[in-house]
């Protein structure tokens, strides 16, 4: 349990570069890796405010009616999140939509599919439940997930005295990691 109370989400790790992050209040750290293959590494997806306004809005249902959007969470390279409610488990989840990019790439969604039925057999306190991929020719292709509460990595760098994070802060942060990696 990290004594700071916060919880690292560990969004994606593409190869040798750094992997993007963001924490978050909690008790643990949470990790969310996706690998991709060498060619896609290479590649930067997003998803523009023209190609996401057209379906994404607050109180819009997707996933066939399952999922009621309810505010955007934070925009990326691999696509944007939405902080959704589960119409059929009452329950708040992660929805992360992909870039038109990736949706129309066969060898990227085929990836992204494997990577998420394996995301699915992974059971850690510090690793981020993976859900599923929803995928219908007639909506934006999502990952729905483990939605975690919290502050961003930015957010809470700027509440450190000097704006970057020490390292007795970090300590037992890097022990949660560490252990979800070993995992």
Not at 29 to 49: A, K, V
Not at 166 to 172: A, S
Request: some cysteine; aromatic content about 12%.
């Amino acid at each position: 349990v990290c004594a700071a109370g916060i919880t690292l989400s560990i969004v994606h790790c593409y190869g040798p570069s750094p992997p993007s992050f963001s924490l978050t209040k909690g008790f643990f750290w949470r990790i969310h890796i996706l690998p991709m293959s060498d060619e896609e590494t290479t590649r930067s997806y997003s998803l523009t405010e023209k190609e996401t306004s057209a379906y994404l809005a607050s109180g819009f249902l997707v996933g066939g009616g399952r999922f009621s959007l309810l505010r955007e969470l934070a925009r990326g390279g691999m696509g944007v999140v939405w902080l959704a409610h589960d119409e059929r488990l009452m329950t708040p989840v992660a929805l992360k939509f992909l870039p038109q990019a990736v949706r129309a790439n066969l060898a990227a969604l085929n990836d992204l599919r494997q990577e998420t039925h394996k995301s699915r057999m992974l059971s850690h306190p510090n690793i981020l439940r993976i859900y599923d991929l929803y995928e219908s020719p007639d909506e934006a292709a999502f990952i729905s997930m483990e939605y975690v509460d919290g502050h961003s990595l930015w957010t809470l760098r700027s509440l450190q005295p000097k704006g970057f994070f020490t390292w007795d802060y970090l300590k037992p942060i890097v022990k949660q990691l560490c252990q979800a990696l070993d995992y």
